[in-house]
């Protein structure tokens, strides 16, 4: 034990001192504050006011648009040839032109933008949202319906409140706060499993081309070394991911006070650049759904439980991987070698974040259950099960078979690293994989 600790206090201290860690530790925190904070202050920013010119040949639309802080309608009475040269000279910013032959059913019902440089999305959604609810209206009008009382028919919302019925004990949920939960632990598995497991194999790769390898395992036993170098590389990670989110955060929000961002637009911005998440951006558009709804669900989840979960299947999940990428660093000779090895292990980890959606919208289904079971793909689909309360016997039952898995791909591991640490100029093939582990000695 005293050996391995030994190498672990090496692989942490060598690789904790690189410059690299140290540019990435502090350059990962500013990169991400970036990538929130500079959208969320782009939005509360007033854009550049821009005038449309109307020509509304109808007579129907031109008293319809609403100005706001960026965009301004004006109507004009002019020619669209005298309009157009208005628009070259910079006095507006694009012309509209509506013509009489928009509500006439036997021709197309379009409208013509014309600007200088290309009309923002922003102009286009606000003409487009504008001229269809103003036919609509008048439609309705036409049918003898009454606008009025329809509005008020739309507005009526209905807001769905989900509770969990646990032990005759009535807990309160949210489907939006537990998916996306779901998904934030679940990917930083992923990332973190891919990210530090093959650090492990490049690790293991460098050392034996460069015949490194070749003194150690003169004073320590292969497996010795193996486990060295995956928890202390384990470590590495543990240590830049903490600093990570203890940086991140303290940037994001002490920018985001020094700029006057509120707590709404910033977790805008998180909502929609989770991965996984494209589903949940319309989440402020369905009825008797808001912000504060999510807010409330997310008070109702167990943090706790879900940190404790997070730090299990980060740390047994990572070393499983990582076993088996040690393994794959020691079989190759050089990174193109390592490819058709690395594709069987990756395969379970892709598989996981492509069925992510299914187990979202299905988190009791067998799918769900066999995959959060299963070591290969529980450190991704449990986390995504957790906060949709699974039983505690699955919970436990997936960590067991987990930890076992752990130690199964770790001898497996150790037996192909014993061969294969030492063995050069050989093109190695899964039948020759198969060998190394029934060696003797």
Known sequence: MRIISLIIQREYLVRVRKKSFLIMTILGPVLLACIYIVPAYLMLR???????????????????????????????????????????????????????????????????????????????????????????????????????????IESYEIAVNTANLEEEKEQESNVIASSIVGYISAFIIYISIFLYGVQVMRGILEEKTNRIVEVMISSVKPFQLMMGKIIGIALVGLTQFLLWLLLGFGIIYGTAQTLGIDQQTM?????????????????????????????????????????????????????????????????????????????????????????????????????????????????????????????????GLSMALLVGGFLGTTWLAARIYRVGILMYGKKVSYKELSKWLFYKG
């Open 267 to 395: 977790m805008q911005q998180v909502e929609n650049r989770q991965p996984g998440l494209s589903q949940l951006k319309e989440v402020q558009k369905k009825p008797g759904l808001q912000a504060k709804d999510i807010y409330k669900g997310l008070a109702t989840i167990n943090f706790t439980k879900i940190i404790a979960c997070l730090l299990f299947y980060f740390l047994f999940g990572y070393l499983m991987y990582s076993a088996l990428f040690a393994a794959v660093g020691a079989a190759s000779d050089a990174d193109t070698d390592t490819q058709q090895f690395m594709f069987p292990i990756s395969v379970p980890l892709i598989f996981s974040i492509v069925i992510a959606t299914y187990i979202v919208q299905n988190p009791d289904s067998s799918i769900a259950f066999w995959t959060s079971i299963i070591p290969l793909t529980s450190p991704i689909i449990m986390l995504i099960r957790l906060p949709f309360n699974p039983p505690l016997w699955e919970i």
């Open 46 to 152: 007033e854009g550049e006011k821009r005038t449309i010119a109307v020509i509304d040949e109808s007579g129907l639309f031109s008293q319809s648009f609403e100005n706001n802080k960026n965009i301004s309608f004006a109507p004009i009475n002019t020619s669209l040839a005298v309009a157009k040269e208005q628009v070259r000279q910079d006095k507006y910013y694009a012309v509209l032109y509506i013509p009489k032959s928009i509500l006439d059913k036997t021709h197309n019902r379009e409208v013509e933008l014309f600007s200088k440089k290309g009309a923002s999305i922003e102009v286009e959604d606000k003409v487009q949202e504008t001229i269809q609810k103003k036919i609509q209206d008048l439609q309705l009008k036409q049918a003898n319906i009454d606008t009025d009382l329809l509005k008020q």
